[in-house]
Nanobody, 119 residues
Framework: EVQLVDSGGGLVQPGGSLRLSCVAS????????MGWVRQPPGKGEEWVST????????AYADSVKGRFTISRDNSKYTLYLQLNSLKTEDTAMYYC????????????RGQGTQVTVSS
């Protein structure tokens, strides 16, 4: 069974940092592109970032570029998202996703972890 378990969210003040983690199981993690999407309260889902299977390519939404960093450890079946310089508009539920290709569709997602940025 494919599983993605997200964690690391929380309440943080503007300017603060968090690191999200996603532990994968049930599939060959090292062969898939992975990424993060988010859904702000009352809004639609937004793409945040993607990383290829070997960490040789990454991409970011303009809204997070320079502040967020995606990474992965294939030996630990784990995906990360480092969130720095957080803004109130980063408040959202964040989901780890598996893609069928670097620019492909989402084929699995985690349960989500809530990030709230507020003073």
């Amino acid at each position: 069974e494919v599983q993605l378990v997200d964690s690391g969210g929380g309440l943080v003040q503007p300017g603060g940092s968090l690191r999200l983690s996603c532990v994968a199981s049930g599939f060959a993690f090292s062969t898939f592109a992975m990424g993060w999407v988010r859904q702000p309260p009352g809004k639609g889902e937004e793409w945040v970032s993607t990383i290829d299977s070997e960490s040789s390519a990454t991409a970011y939404a303009d809204s997070v570029k320079g502040r967020f960093t995606i990474s992965r450890d294939n030996s630990k079946y784990t995906l990360y998202l480092q969130l720095n310089s957080l803004k109130t508009e980063d408040t959202a539920m964040y989901y780890c996703v598996r893609r069928n290709a670097y620019y492909g569709v989402i084929t699995a997602r985690g349960q989500g972890t809530q990030v709230t940025v507020s003073s």
